[in-house]
T-cell receptor, first 114, second 110 residues
Framework: DSGVTQTPKHLITATGQRVTLRCSPRSGDLSVYWYQQSLDQGLQFLIQYYNGEERAKGNILERFSAQQFPDLHSELNLSSLELGDSALYFC?????????????FGPGTRLTVL | DQQVKQNSPSLSVQEGRISILNCDYTNSMFDYFLWYKKYPAEGPTFLISISSIKDKNEDGRFTVFLNKSAKHLSLHIVPSQPGDSAVYFCAASSDDKIIFGKGTRLHILP
């Protein structure tokens, strides 16, 4: 158990819909990262928040957005969903924001877009 | 444009022997390199990391080697154990991003 929780575990929805994925970081961790893992793309870094502020941006689509709240939990919002958005979405947390920081991953949310 | 490449999708190694997983990168600006291990239905877990100013880091059965001139790193696991069967991701990070490879599935054979 990494200490990072993600809800829901599974999500099935239709194209065009909007969903929200939730992540609670490990106690004391200030950074939250979001990743997408699809079959042929490996783990793709989407976005990082540090202490409520956006810190780094990866390959995140404009249809996707995220935020980190004062209690440090984070939400990833995916809108106008397409079939290709079906993937595993992982959240990870780390204490600080250095590139050497070990990240602790949650169990993931499996999103299926039909 | 794949900045971090793990060219072997899978690898099979006899139990007790050495497992060597390879990773190549293209961007010389990366500061740190990390290896993560992933079991099915679980999130990745951190294994070992190395700073770009070092060429070797060892932690128990796991050693990571970094060859900056070749932009290549490798993870050595010795001796390999059945519980090492998993997918291994190489990652490279700089100040503003982290890039993961696509992973190598390691099978430890009895």
């Amino acid at each position: 158990d990494s200490g990072v929780t993600q809800t829901p575990k599974h999500l099935i929805t239709a194209t065009g819909q909007r969903v929200t994925l939730r992540c609670s970081p490990r106690s004391g961790d200030l950074s939250v990262y979001w990743y997408q893992q699809s079959l042929d793309q490996g783990l793709q870094f989407l976005i990082q928040y540090y202490n409520g502020e956006e810190r780094a941006k990866g390959n995140i689509l404009e249809r996707f957005s995220a935020q980190q709240f004062p209690d440090l939990h984070s939400e990833l919002n995916l809108s106008s969903l397409e079939l290709g958005d079906s993937a595993l979405y992982f959240c990870a947390s780390s204490q600080w924001t250095s590139g050497e920081d070990e990240q602790f991953f949650g169990p993931g949310t499996r999103l299926t877009v039909l | 444009d794949q900045q971090v490449k793990q060219n072997s999708p899978s690898l099979s190694v006899q139990e007790g022997r050495i497992s060597i997983l390879n990773c190549d990168y293209t961007n010389s600006m990366f500061d740190y390199f990390l290896w993560y291990k992933k079991y099915p239905a679980e999130g990745p877990t951190f294994l070992i990391s190395i700073s770009s100013i070092k060429d070797k880091n060892e932690d128990g059965r796991f050693t990571v080697f970094l060859n900056k001139s070749a932009k290549h790193l490798s993870l050595h696991i010795v001796p390999s154990q059945p519980g090492d069967s998993a997918v291994y991701f190489c990652a490279a990070s700089s100040d503003d991003k982290i890039i993961f490879g696509k992973g190598t599935r390691l099978h430890i054979l009895p």
